[in-house]
């Protein structure tokens, strides 16, 4: 058990030794040492882009859990509620009906 700690102690102090080589691209660091407007203007391109990416995977994972929600109430409503109280939603009535 020492050994596996030791193990991945001496990764994680491989890796953050080696990230100071890796700690921004090229732009970024020009960006930080120039004063120059196109860098930062380069470097605010890139937040709203990835701004946009998140705004976009997470309206869309919204968006799963809202008609899944609709459909299961829908389902509900209609009378099958069976299909939600089965063996492979919960495991455990299987496991008690096996017993019996």
Not at 36 to 43: G, L, T
Not at 50 to 56: E, K, N, V, W, Y
Not at 62 to 83: D, I, P, R
Request: with cysteine; charged share 15%; hydrophobic share 50%.
């Amino acid at each position: 058990m020492m050994k596996r700690k030791l193990q991945i102690l001496a990764s994680a102090v491989v890796v953050l030794v080696q990230s100071s080589n890796a700690w921004a691209c090229p732009m970024c660091k020009y960006a930080l040492e120039t004063d120059a407007v196109e860098p930062k203007a380069y470097m605010i391109s890139i937040l709203f882009m990835m701004g946009m990416i998140s705004t976009l995977f997470f309206s869309v994972g919204v968006l799963l859990w809202w008609v899944s929600k609709q459909e299961k109430m829908a389902l509900t409503a209609a009378g099958y509620q069976h299909l939600f109280d089965n063996a492979g939603s919960q495991p455990y009535l299987a496991k008690a009906k096996a017993k019996c």
